[in-house]
């Protein structure tokens, strides 16, 4: 059994705080919305009173958090507070930079910390199979492996510091190209008067074939998983498709990477969030495509 601070108890926070709960772990959680921290509670979590409380003779901190700026802060916040060799695990989605200089925080406190951003969304936080893309030392990797376990179905080690939230988004970027490719060979079926089942048929068993088209056909039918049988309902919201796929473009722009069809995909997202699309899932973005969106 090991104590952990959990800071950030929302949509994926939560249940994965409570899946380290089942599996034996003491978790001290904290969260700026009470409604949260009630939640928490529900699964077994010890709610403290702020963020350092949470580190009461907690051997592990884990933050999934929204954004960079807020994971900075509240590494700002605890890190002279916590015991020397407290291992730092952060699962946001964040940038590469802001990544970087987490560790180079926790590691000037005398910390180990890993970036392990996730795949896998709500429901593989439920489940416990989230795929976690860890950058960081090997030491920091092999402590934090079996922390990860109950809420994992695939652990990766990509590199050092940031090459979790680099495998990240560049996945995410494939991801959101692939499916307006997807979603616009659909399109153009339909006004050829091809069905969708039987370019389905032909795509997924073809060169085509794609985790968009096989996995999360963006029509009804084919695949009776995908959020398009239920009104596009996430899922994976447009609005964190549009979120990661920015980090993607900033992290291209400080790289020197050429990615037209990355920030073309951003585009699109943008347009789709800005005409209030942002909670549908992202496999939505065919109704963009078709023009049934105003
Ligand atoms: P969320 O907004 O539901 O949860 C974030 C939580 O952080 C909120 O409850 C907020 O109150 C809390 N928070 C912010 N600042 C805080 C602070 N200073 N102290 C304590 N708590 C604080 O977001 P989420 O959907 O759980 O996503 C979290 C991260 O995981 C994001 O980086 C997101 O991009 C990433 N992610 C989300 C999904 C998904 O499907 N939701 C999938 C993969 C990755």
């Known amino acids: 059994m090991t104590t952990i601070a959990f800071i950030g108890l929302g949509n994926m926070g939560n249940p994965m705080a409570a899946n380290l709960v089942k599996a034996g772990h003491a978790v001290q959680g904290f969260d700026l919305v009470p409604e949260n921290l009630t939640v928490a509670r529900e699964h077994g979590v010890t709610v403290m009173a702020d963020a350092i409380a949470a580190l009461e003779d907690a051997e592990v901190v884990v933050t999934m958090l929204p954004a960079g700026k807020h994971v900075l802060a509240v590494y700002g916040e605890i890190i002279g507070q916590a015991a020397k060799g407290t291992l730092f695990i952060d699962s946001s989605t964040i940038d590469v930079d802001s990544a970087r200089k987490a560790h180079a925080i926790a590691s000037e406190a005398g910390m180990l910390s890993i970036d392990a951003p996730v795949s896998g969304g709500v429901g593989g936080a439920e489940a416990g199979t989230l795929t976690f893309m860890a950058g960081g030392s090997k030491d920091a990797f092999d402590r934090a492996e079996p922390i990860l376990q109950p809420m994992a179905g695939r652990i990766v080690h990509c590199g050092d510091a940031g090459a979790g939230q680099a495998a990240k988004i560049c996945n995410n970027m494939i991801l959101g190209i692939s499916m307006i490719g997807v979603g616009e060979a659909f399109v153009l079926a339909e006004k050829l008067g091809l069905s969708h089942q039987a370019l389905f048929d032909v795509a ?91």
Request: charged fraction near 15%; glycine fraction near 14%; charge should be neutral.
């Open 204 to 294: 997924s068993t073809s060169s085509g074939q794609c985790w968009s088209i096989n996995t999360y056909c963006p029509v009804p039918g084919p695949v009776p998983t995908s959020p398009a049988n239920r009104d596009y309902k996430p899922g994976f919201a447009a609005a964190l498709m549009l979120k990661d796929l920015k980090l993607a473009q900033e992290a291209a722009q400080g790289a020197g990477a050429v990615t037209p069809l990355g920030a073309e995909a951003m585009q699109l997202y943008a347009l789709f969030n800005a005409l209030g699309h942002g909670g549908t899932d992202f496999s939505g973005i065919i109704k963009f495509l078709r023009g049934d969106v105003g």
